[in-house]
């Protein structure tokens, strides 16, 4: 059966974008039940509902005084809404308790750098500032801590001689665009399981 998705989301929602036409395209076996934003503004928002994708937003008051009822909130939502996977796209918050019970092993996160190199919200820049000659693409299981969780999938990006933060941060992007849906059809197939070591393996 399709993956039923909940998508969150703080921003553009360029990846939230490549999961839709990957699934108008027949490359993604999934329906997106509901995408949850952590920001009013999010441009993300937009896109949901030109696909006709309901949204639910939380508010910053929210997450700054009682976290752990923000995600109460988000589970019961995605649960509601049939959701029995979640992906992560540009969420800038912490997924907790109430989250991580209610989908265990069953939240995705996607995070520009090859884990556990440059975790954090600034993976991009710290990756160019470090100079290093390859960076690359994380799809990783969510857990407790911030930018953890078994690695599902990596793909390299080459920092080419010359080339500015800008011109690394579209290629980034476009190897996410591509990444981030083949991952989730893998996991559509029945084809991603955490082993008893801990790690993801792929049938
Ligand atoms: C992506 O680079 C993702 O890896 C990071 O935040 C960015 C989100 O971009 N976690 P978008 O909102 O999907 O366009």
Do not use: W
Request: glycine share 8%; hydrophobic share 45%; aromatic share 4%.
């Amino acid at each position: 059966m399709a993956l039923q998705l909940g998508i969150l989301i703080s921003g553009n929602g360029s990846n939230l974008q490549a999961i839709v036409d990957a699934i108008a395209a027949g490359k993604l076996d999934a329906t997106v039940k509901l995408v949850v934003s952590s920001r009013v503004d999010a441009f993300g928002l937009k896109r949901a509902e030109r696909a006709g994708i309901p949204t639910l937003t939380i508010s910053r008051e929210l997450y700054d005084t009682d976290p752990l009822a923000a995600d109460t909130i988000i589970a019961n939502a995605l649960h509601s809404a049939g959701v029995d996977y979640v992906a992560m796209a540009g969420y800038m918050r912490m997924v907790r308790a109430p989250m991580l019970s209610s989908f265990p092993n069953r939240i995705v996160n996607l995070h520009p750098a090859l884990l556990p190199s440059f975790r954090g919200a600034h993976a991009i820049a710290d990756a160019y500032n470090a100079g290093v000659k390859v960076t690359g693409v994380t799809v990783h299981f969510a857990d407790e801590h911030y930018d953890r969780g078994p690695i599902i999938a990596q793909r390299a990006v080459p920092v080419a001689e010359g080339c500015t933060i800008a011109e690394l941060e579209n290629d980034i992007h476009a190897v996410e665009h591509e990444l981030y849906p083949s991952t989730l059809q893998l996991i559509a197939q029945g084809r991603v399981r955490v082993g008893d070591d801990g790690r993801v393996h792929i049938s």
